[in-house]
């Protein structure tokens, strides 16, 4: 997909963007594109569990550096569904919050698939909350923490993105685990978007991409849809903060654009 972006001069500013879940498919690409957008000075927090595809990501993205300058990418190797993936993951973040960024851009693209069973299978306590913890409680507790280590001050740009889904407002038989978080993380952000004015809050749904998980739904359900490379939907969201007219805490799907 070419031509989506606006204008060559616009930019996210001097930002701190944060990209959970960066490692591969849709996180990976938005990394790359992301990194295009952000002006000297800026800092890239890639967040994901594995280190080996961190590190790769990180090497791809210096190299696209080259011509540019004052450029920080930082890695995080931390599993957000633990209280000590979250603290980590804040404390990096903290770390740079003196820095003279006017702009904090936190992108909540980490989820899991979890299992896809009828609702009468779902007995066993645990297994909902391990899953909903990283789904849904692990976004809350991530986002609450870096809006804590950048308080509003003049001047400063707070944006928020939830890669959400269709699943989110579309109910699914055997989907209860994946609809279930979906919503409640569109939920949160609405919350979000109605008590603070000063976060522009976006829930977007990047639509069927090429990636790992729709692999995984293909095996477990023998559904098949046409897929989107990753880049086509990150160049969407893309244009979606740097118009930044969208209603803050509306839910956007891929679709729609």
Known sequence: MSGVLHASGSTLGRCMCIITGASKGFGRA?????????????????????????????????QSLKDMEEMTIFCTVADLSTKEGIEDTVAMARQQSLKEIDHVLLINNAASLGDISPFENFIELERVNSYLAFNVSSVLALTAGVLQAFPPRAGLQWSVVNCSSMFAVQAWPSWVLYCTAKAARDMMFRVLAVENPNVKVLSYAPGPMDTEMQEDIRRLTGIQCHLHPCRDSAAKLMRLLLDNAFVTGCHVDFFDL
């Open 30 to 62: 938005l990394a790359h594109l992301v990194l295009h957008y952000l002006k000297p000075g800026s800092v890239l927090l890639l967040v994901a569990r594995s280190r080996p595809l961190l590190q790769q990501l990180k090497e791809d993205l210096l």
